[in-house]
């Protein structure tokens, strides 16, 4: 049995900080909305739930392979996506995980270390 590589690289980027400015990833401050993948940290330009559409999902819609699931950091608080634009992401195969920003962010890095292919899209907390 192989011993599961749990070294920053082979987890991915982690968020250190969050804020009203943004978040922290090493040693970048990300302002505004975040998106996650196993080897990537981006800037996401959304900005609240209520205003998220398809589009804000092409990143990850064009991952090859498509990540597991998405955890979807709703901001300072637990908020659903709408349920058509969740019917639409789940259509093209991307389940969305909706929590709070602060849980996303600790969900991805727990989920990270071990070792499974997903992906996160956090909205900013303020």
Known sequence: MSKLDKTPAAIGPLVAAMGPAGFRVADRIVPGGLILTPDDARDWPARTIDALTEADFAI?????PLP??????????????????????????LHLEPMDSRAAARTWGLLRSEGRAIAAALLPID
């Open 68 to 93: 597991e699931f998405v955890l979807l950091g709703t901001g300072a608080s637990l908020r659903r996506p709408a349920p058509a634009l969740a019917a639409a992401l789940e259509a093209r195969g």
């Open 60 to 64: 990850l819609l064009a991952m090859d």
